[in-house]
Every structure is written in C-alpha cells, then in structure tokens.
C-alpha cells in the first residue's frame, strides 16, 4: 500500500508525532488514519512508560484564574530540562491541567494519595448502602471495590476525564504530551482558591 504526502500530514496534524512514527503507524495500519492514531497512542503510552523513572527538576508553575474572579488555581507540573520547560507545547499543558483542576475540583493527584481515613469513610457508606443487602460475601467485596476504586479515581487529578476531551484522562494528556517532548513530566502539586 502506497501511503501518500496527505496522509502523512493529516496524521501528524491530528497526533503532533514524527513522521518516521507517522509513516511507521500509517504502514502498521494499511493507511487507515483512525487505526494509525490508536498505534500512536499505544506506542506513546509506552515511551511514557520508560521515561517515567526519569528525574524531573525543572518545569513551571501554571496559572488559571476564572473568568467571574471567584476560583483561581496554581499548579506545578515538572519535567527534565528548562528547554522544555519552555516549550509552548509544555505551558499549554500546563495551562490546560489549571484550568482543568477549576473546573472539576480535584482533592489529589493520584489516586493512592486519597487519605485512608476518606476511603474508609465511604466504605461504610458502601456497606450501609441497600444494594449490598442479601448479596453473597463475594459479591459483596466486588461492589466494595468497584465502587472504592471509583471514589479514588473520582477524586484524583490524573484520572479524571479531561474537561476539554472527555474521551482522554489528565493522565492521558500528560502521555500525549511526553510522547511528544521526549521528557518525563508529572505533577508536582495543586492548589484550588475559590470564593
């Protein structure tokens, strides 16, 4: 299959990848666009996945302040060098997380920072709650996580569905973005003003 100059641009403008990737993923997929932009992101999340053990020291502190005046939020978001720390790319991810946080109210960053107390809190609101009653034992500790699992997730920064595209999670913008820079980036801390 012959995989034309067209493809090739309107892949790297939907995904912001390279075109050896691009013309990697297009081959990979007989030059279907859709199936080319899931092997991206497949491989993205894996060249996240080995950067993650880098150390970040450099990065910035983004900034949203709401419209009404009411609800500003500060944000770090990390990563290797100061060269990316200048990248627009970068400080629009930065801006985008901020104005993210606004708008969903986040209580941490990843799941497993949600306070023990809290999660043991809900559980006995899961336990109380009038589906589990009659239920087997077994059943009954699959509810328990599910629903645990989803308190975390509900609460945590990274999965929750990004506010601009549903479709991704913050973690998954944070990939994209790694995939795209070469460097390692997280999220340092946040903090939520409102009035």
Not at 91 to 99: E, F, H, P, S, T
Not at 143 to 162: D, H, V
Not at 175 to 193: C, D, P, Q, Y
Request: proline letters at 4%; charged letters at 30%.
């Amino acid at each position: 299959m012959t995989i034309t100059t067209t493809q090739i641009k309107e892949l790297r403008t939907r995904t912001g990848a390279g075109v050896v990737d691009v013309k990697a993923a297009l081959s990979e997929s007989e030059g279907d666009i859709e199936k080319a932009i899931a092997i991206l992101r497949k491989k993205g999340k894996a060249s996240a996945a080995k950067k993650a053990s880098r150390e970040v020291k450099e990065g910035i502190v983004a900034t949203y302040i709401h419209s009404n005046q009411k609800i500003a939020v500060a944000v770090s978001v990390l990563c290797e060098t100061d060269f990316v720390a200048r990248n627009p790319r970068f400080q629009q991810l930065g801006k985008d997380i901020a104005m993210h946080i606004a708008a969903t109210d986040p209580v941490v960053v990843s799941p497993d920072d949600v306070p023990d107390a809290d999660v043991e809190a809900e559980k006995q609101v899961a336990l109380e709650q009038a589906g589990m009653a009659g239920k087997p034992k077994e059943i009954q500790e699959k509810i328990l996580s599910g629903k645990l699992k989803k308190f975390r997730e509900e609460r945590a920064l990274l999965t929750q569905p990004f506010v601009k595209d549903p479709s991704k999670t913050i973690a998954d913008i944070i990939h994209e973005a790694v995939s795209e820079l070469g460097e390692n980036i997280t999220i340092g801390e946040f903090k939520r003003l409102a009035i």
